[in-house]
Nanobody, 114 residues
């Protein structure tokens, strides 16, 4: 099964930007839908962005207009560009294949703090 490794997290001030990457160990061409999830401290994991193989995207209301998901199938990588970050965006971010289902990666920590 394809393994996913997230990277690009860090500490950023409110209003700042980060770009997360999700590198797959094998081709993601057959994974029709890929998603980015996040888990804030003390909260359940939530889906924040999803992208299909056709490039169709969808976002949680809380990140619409600020986050952009993209994928580069030849590079087996999915990205999440995060702009205008807010304190409430803090959490561990994970990518995952949705259709078909894949295992979770280890996640990457994003901390938004002044």
């Amino acid at each position: 099964q394809v393994q996913l490794v997230e990277s690009g997290g860090g500490l950023v001030q409110p209003g700042g930007s980060l770009r997360l990457s999700c590198a797959a160990s094998a081709s993601i061409f057959s994974i029709n839908r890929m998603g980015w999830y996040r888990q804030a401290p003390g909260k359940q994991r939530e889906l924040v962005a999803v992208i299909s193989n056709f490039g169709t995207t969808d976002y949680a209301d809380s990140v619409k207009g600020r986050f952009t998901i993209s994928r580069d199938n030849p590079k087996n990588t999915v990205y999440l560009q995060m702009n205008s970050l807010k304190l409430e965006d803090t959490g561990i971010y994970y990518c995952k294949g949705i259709i078909p289902n894949t295992s979770w990666g280890q996640g990457t920590q994003v901390t938004v703090s002044s």
